[in-house]
């Protein structure tokens, strides 16, 4: 009996011990699997990059399908780093056709360790990878706060691919991907549009007009507009309705923002919005635009209170771009001068809101807006671009293109007298040439489920007289621009 109760008491412990350990490694596996952290950048000047191929290192994480994606915008912090990386970006233009270039716009607190490397997943179901140092491709330092807008890359070739040439997936780890592994963002690969324009309008937050917004949206598509591409950040249910509906066309890309510190997540408001870490994280919105938009020939990056109404002949911002190319196709951007259109000069009328302005005047250099072409683009920001090597910015001559610009004046714009402006340019005549089609389009709407404001739903239905149909009015494509340098 002595020994069956031995026996019997083995065996209860050995049990019990079994259990122990399998808790012990589901609460490891749990630890090892959390994905948040933070980091920061490096310089990239040409090095070679050192690779480890998917032959020599397997992964242990297993099959990444079985974890949660971390959408775009969302941003990873790496472990044991001060760094976000929001997304992952296939340079469609880098040099090296034997290179693959992933570019990473990313947040660094700039005085803290900044290596890291990427992990490029073969596929979602294979647990290889390919281990590649990450560099520091820019840097902005024009204002120092906690938190700095930048881009990291990593570069690998193709024959490290095993025959892959569109890696879908990068993880990332602050030394190698054999420990403290990220959760994987997924890499975009822009698609070539010839012939075609894209907008890139930031981040919206808070409450946008939904007139103002519905005007806007039909009013880019005449002008030739193929995509817009908008980031959000805690913005208010009547303007989400617009987006959503415009999103759901596909001619808007709509992606939630959601920079962040590592304790709370940045929500934007009308208080916090213009405060320089903001534009620090709006800053990187636009430099994720230069490469998520690289397919398309070029590229403006302007708010929902801007319009560019081209002159006649031409209809289209698209065909002023290519015209003026033509003079010289060694140009990365062309600088549109903004004309300042305050609320105090609107002419409140039974019309549609941007046509209720007549008079505006010039306000450049400030909020100076730029087309520009991410083929011959190096860095572009919200006020500036900086041509590759080789390349130049020009001016859009001021009788080609009209460059609408619908808010207050700024106390602080040196050179402008806000309290004693003066008009300097006639908004009747350019924008009118579009008021019918605008009208028309809008016609076509549901604006019942758009718009609030039932005033201005009944005006567009019934109340509004559009003028005449000028789609006749072809752009003439062999009309000669002449260029002025920046």
């Avoid at 605008?438 to 404001?453: C, F, G, H």
Wanted: proline fraction near 5%; include cysteine.
């Amino acid at each position: 009996m002595a020994r069956l109760f031995v026996h019997a008491s083995t065996l209860r412990i050995t049990l019990l011990l079994l259990s122990a350990v399998t808790l012990v490694y589901l609460i490891f596996y749990l630890v090892w699997d959390d994905s948040v952290s933070c980091e920061h950048p490096r310089s990239h000047a040409g090095h070679e990059h050192s690779v480890k191929s998917w032959q020599e290192v397997e992964l242990s994480q297993g099959d990444f399908m079985d974890q949660h994606h971390v959408p775009a915008g969302m941003g990873i912090w790496l472990k044991d780093r001060n760094i976000q990386i929001i997304s992952a970006i296939h340079d469609l233009h880098h040099p090296k056709q034997s290179e693959i270039r992933i570019v990473l716009p990313s947040f660094l607190q700039h005085s803290s360790q900044r290596e890291f490397v990427c992990c490029f997943h073969l596929s979602a179901k294979s647990d290889k990878y390919i281990e590649v140092p990450a560099g520091l491709d820019f840097i902005d330092l024009r204002f120092i706060v906690d938190i700095q807008n930048a881009a990291f890359d990593c570069v690998l070739k193709h024959s490290e691919t095993a025959g892959d040439h569109r890696i879908k997936f990068v993880s990332f780890a602050p030394r190698t991907c054999q420990e403290d592994l990220s959760l994987p963002l997924t890499v975009v690969y822009p698609v070539r549009r010839s012939w075609e324009f894209a907008v890139c309008t930031k981040v919206a937050y808070a409450r946008l007009e939904p007139v103002r917004l519905v005007e806007w949206f039909e009013y880019m598509r005449l002008i030739g507009a193929s995509k817009i591409v908008t980031f959000h950040n805690n913005l208010h249910s009547d303007s989400r309705r617009v987006f959503d509906f415009y999103a759901a066309t596909g001619f808007l890309e709509l992606i939630e923002y959601r920079p962040q510190t590592q304790k709370s997540r940045i929500l934007y408001k009308e208080k916090n919005s213009q405060t320089n870490g903001a534009r620090q994280e709006k800053t990187l919105v636009v430099r994720d635009c230069q490469y998520r938009l690289g397919g398309y020939d070029f590229v403006i990056t302007i708010d929902f209170d801007e319009l560019p109404v081209p002159a006649r002949p031409y209809r289209t911002l698209n065909s002023i771009i290519q015209n003026l190319l033509r003079n010289n196709s060694k140009a990365a951007a062309f600088r549109m001068d903004p004309i300042l259109l305050p609320p105090e000069w609107q002419k409140p009328a039974q019309d549609l809101y941007h046509w209720q302005f007549s008079m505006g005047t010039y306000i450049a250099p400030h909020c100076v807006k730029w087309a520009y072409l991410p083929a011959h683009t190096w860095l572009a920001t919200t006020h500036d671009v900086t041509p590759k090597e080789g390349y130049s910015n020009y001016v859009i001559p001021h009788d080609v293109l009209y460059f609408l610009h619908f808010r207050s004046c700024k106390a602080d714009w040196q050179g402008v007298h806000c309290k004693n402006l003066t008009h300097t340019f006639h908004n009747e005549v350019m924008l009118k040439r579009f008021h019918g089609d605008v009208v028309r389009n809008l016609r076509k709407l549901p604006l019942e489920n758009l718009i609030p404001d039932k005033e201005y739903v009944q005006l567009v239905r019934a109340g509004v007289k559009p003028g005449p149909n000028t789609d006749h009015l072809d752009d003439d494509p062999f009309v000669g621009l002449l260029l002025t340098d920046q």
